[in-house]
């Protein structure tokens, strides 16, 4: 056997323990789609794609005009460079809500925003702008947690003072001449916020898990992958050439059925012992709102001898009584996750990302990953927006500031979701989680709801195929710390007459409506799940 673990638990084990492990409530929703939702959004697409054949049919004779791209007569024979159920979704069902999609803002993404109007006239396939500039859109879509993403304040007096002292640009890499003493001090915050022995920062996020996992893991090395988790950690899995196999999503007893078989089986064919096992999964996902059951994969973790490397892009600075990320949420021990990965992008109003852990695996990185060794540096105001923020949120600044954000947000959150579930919405995730997916469904109403609300002057995001299942359309609600209660009212109000045109309260367990706001300072260790 490659490792010295015992085997003989039975399956129903985490059922009985899994309860010890949480310090509080845990609850997520995940209603279940209703029958008659289910098979109207089915025929939905059963139709949209008869009519796409059918148009496909008068585009190869030349009746109907079609500017996508697509190989050439003579390539016909070669291997397809599109992928034909990708292309024929894209020109026959992305096309017909494309404008609900990459929208100019012409503003800071703050609570607030101002977006370019622009029209079509071809049916989504270009865009001309009409020169209006509409004003005053609340912002649902942004990934700005904690308010960061302002251009007034000490955040930008910060990097604006630097961008005069050093620049925009680096012009090098870190390992030449493009170490600044404020990338120093910035790696430096961030072990000391996350509280680890080192931390070195990446000027990419998505590169951050793309280029690092390669690093870590290779040929006869094993990778556990949640099956929600985003793309930069499905490619770096890919990239790194080690097996990788998927668990259910958020499921202990999936995960450590992989492990036992794992540990019992060894490597295919020459059932040699793994060199190594790493589990992939993330702190907040954000297609589906939920927060990872950490306690218990830590256990699993310690109990199979496995690595454990957690992705918290969407919950550092969003979760937890200092802001710290899932594993301050829950109330763990760092010492526990093997490699901690987070973004700058989102919590802190900034770019890249970090990975931080022990001295050994850092200054491993620091020579062997493709992202540390041959890209440019960060940019000096965008680090100083880093150093900024997050003194901020440990309250290095001399103010409560950061705890009040990270306060506000949490009560912004159970708010929204609450008022949504009462309206009848079907919401995705945990009660603690600032992503809000509400369920759309059918492919109609994901570029409806849009529109809709876009002429309500709320900003929202519409979520569908590739990136959720393909009968999973969804709103995507991002809350702040910067809404104000009558943002959120007046957003939920139009959130609920836009659900009665479209007929989207689909749930089935409505809540009994509370007429005041819940305000608790207490709200980590006290709220009622």
Same mark, same amino acid.
């Not at 919401?427 to 529109?451: E, H, Q, T």
């Given at each position: 056997?490659?490792?010295?673990?015992?085997?003989?638990?039975?399956?129903?084990?985490?059922?009985? *323990? &899994?309860?010890?492990?949480?310090?509080?409530?845990?609850?997520?929703?995940?209603?279940?789609?209703?029958?008659?939702?289910? $098979?109207? !959004?089915?025929?939905?697409?059963?139709?949209?794609?008869?009519?796409?054949?059918?148009?496909?049919?008068?585009?190869?004779?030349?009746?109907?005009? *079609?500017?996508?791209?697509?190989?050439?007569?003579?390539?016909?024979?070669?291997?397809?460079?599109?992928?034909?159920?990708?292309?024929?979704?894209?020109?026959?069902?992305?096309?017909?809500?494309?404008?609900?999609?990459?929208?100019?803002?012409?503003?800071?993404?703050?609570?607030? =925003?101002?977006?370019?109007?622009?029209?079509?006239?071809?049916?989504?396939?270009?865009?001309?702008?009409?020169?209006?500039?509409?004003?005053?859109?609340?912002?649902?879509?942004?990934?700005?947690?904690?308010?960061? %993403?302002?251009?007034?304040?000490?955040?930008?007096?910060?990097?604006?003072? $630097?961008?005069?002292?050093?620049?925009?640009? $680096?012009?090098?890499?870190?390992?030449?001449?493009?170490?600044?003493?404020?990338?120093?001090?910035?790696e430096k915050l961030v072990a000391n916020f996350l509280g680890v022995e080192s931390a070195m920062a990446f000027g990419m996020g998505f590169a951050t898990n793309s280029m690092n996992i390669p690093a870590l893991a290779g040929?006869? *090395?094993?990778?556990?992958?949640?099956?929600?988790?985003?793309?930069?950690?499905?490619?770096?899995?890919?990239?790194?050439?080690? !097996?990788?196999?998927?668990?259910?999503?958020?499921? =202990?007893?999936?995960?450590?059925?992989?492990?036992?078989?794992?540990?019992? #089986?060894?490597?295919?064919? !020459?059932?040699?012992?793994?060199?190594?096992?790493?589990?992939?999964?993330?702190?907040?996902?954000?297609?589906?709102?939920?927060?990872?059951?950490?306690?218990?994969?830590? &256990?699993?973790?310690?109990?199979?001898?496995?690595?454990?490397?957690?992705?918290? %892009? #969407?919950?550092?600075?969003?979760?937890?009584?200092?802001?710290?990320?899932?594993?301050?949420?829950?109330?763990?021990?760092?010492?526990?996750?093997?490699? =901690?990965?987070?973004?700058?992008?989102?919590?802190?109003?900034? &770019?890249?990302?970090?990975? &931080?852990?022990?001295?050994?695996?850092?200054?491993?990185?620091?020579?062997?990953?493709?992202?540390?060794?041959?890209?440019?540096? =960060?940019?000096?105001?965008?680090?100083?927006?880093i150093i900024t923020s997050m003194k901020c949120i440990m309250g290095e600044d001399g103010t409560t500031k950061g705890s009040e954000r990270i306060q506000q947000l949490a009560e912004n959150t159970v708010y929204f979701r609450?008022?949504?579930?009462?309206?009848?919405?079907?919401?995705?995730?945990?009660? +603690?989680?600032?992503?809000?997916?509400?369920?759309?469904?059918?492919?109609?109403?994901?570029?409806a709801f849009g529109r809709e609300m876009f002429k309500r002057n709320i900003g929202v995001v519409v979520v569908g195929f590739p990136a959720t299942p393909i009968i999973e359309s969804r709103a995507r609600f991002c809350i702040?710390?910067? #809404?104000?209660?009558?943002?959120?009212?007046?957003?939920?109000?139009?959130?609920?007459?836009?659900?009665?045109?479209?007929?989207?309260?689909?749930?089935? #367990?409505?809540?009994?409506?509370?007429?005041?706001?819940?305000? +608790?300072?207490?709200?980590?260790?006290?709220? +009622?799940?």
């Amino acid at each position: 056997m490659p490792v010295n673990v015992r085997l003989d638990l039975p399956e129903e084990w985490w059922y009985t *323990c &899994a309860f010890q492990l949480y310090n509080r409530p845990f609850v997520e929703c995940f209603e279940e789609t209703p029958m008659l939702v289910a $098979v109207l !959004t089915y025929m939905g697409y059963g139709i949209l794609t008869i009519f796409g054949y059918l148009r496909d049919f008068l585009r190869h004779w030349q009746i109907e005009r *079609c500017p996508i791209a697509r190989e050439r007569e003579e390539q016909k024979d070669f291997v397809p460079l599109y992928q034909d159920f990708e292309n024929f979704y894209t020109r026959n069902l992305y096309m017909r809500i494309r404008d609900n999609w990459n929208r100019p803002i012409c503003s800071v993404p703050g609570a607030k =925003m101002e977006l370019m109007q622009r029209l079509s006239h071809d049916y989504n396939w270009t865009f001309e702008y009409t020169g209006r500039i509409v004003q005053d859109v609340i912002n649902l879509g942004s990934y700005n947690y904690l308010g960061f %993403a302002e251009n007034t304040g000490p955040c930008a007096d910060s990097a604006a003072e $630097v961008t005069m002292k050093y620049g925009v640009g $680096v012009a090098s890499t870190r390992q030449e001449t493009g170490n600044l003493d404020r990338h120093e001090e910035m790696e430096k915050l961030v072990a000391n916020f996350l509280g680890v022995e080192s931390a070195m920062a990446f000027g990419m996020g998505f590169a951050t898990n793309s280029m690092n996992i390669p690093a870590l893991a290779g040929k006869g *090395c094993l990778i556990l992958s949640d099956e929600l988790n985003h793309t930069s950690l499905v490619l770096g899995a890919r990239l790194s050439g080690s !097996t990788i196999r998927v668990f259910k999503h958020n499921n =202990m007893q999936s995960l450590e059925k992989l492990l036992r078989e794992a540990i019992a #089986h060894g490597q295919p064919r !020459t059932h040699r012992p793994w060199k190594k096992i790493l589990i992939l999964v993330e702190g907040i996902y954000s297609m589906e709102g939920s927060i990872v059951r950490l306690p218990e994969v830590i &256990a699993l973790k310690k109990r199979y001898k496995a690595y454990l490397y957690l992705d918290e %892009a #969407h919950s550092i600075g969003a979760l937890g009584p200092r802001g710290r990320g899932v594993v301050d949420y829950f109330g763990l021990d760092t010492c526990d996750v093997d490699v =901690m990965m987070g973004t700058f992008t989102k919590s802190f109003g900034a &770019a890249g990302g970090y990975i &931080a852990g022990k001295r050994e695996l850092i200054e491993y990185l620091r020579s062997h990953s493709h992202s540390a060794v041959y890209a440019t540096s =960060m940019s000096p105001p965008v680090v100083e927006q880093i150093i900024t923020s997050m003194k901020c949120i440990m309250g290095e600044d001399g103010t409560t500031k950061g705890s009040e954000r990270i306060q506000q947000l949490a009560e912004n959150t159970v708010y929204f979701r609450k008022r949504l579930r009462e309206m009848g919405f079907i919401i995705y995730g945990n009660n +603690d989680s600032p992503v809000v997916p509400m369920m759309l469904y059918m492919p109609a109403k994901i570029g409806a709801f849009g529109r809709e609300m876009f002429k309500r002057n709320i900003g929202v995001v519409v979520v569908g195929f590739p990136a959720t299942p393909i009968i999973e359309s969804r709103a995507r609600f991002c809350i702040s710390a910067a #809404h104000t209660k009558d943002m959120l009212d007046r957003a939920l109000s139009a959130i609920s007459e836009v659900g009665d045109l479209l007929q989207l309260k689909y749930s089935r #367990h409505r809540i009994k409506p509370c007429l005041e706001r819940p305000f +608790d300072n207490n709200l980590y260790e006290d709220i +009622d799940d």
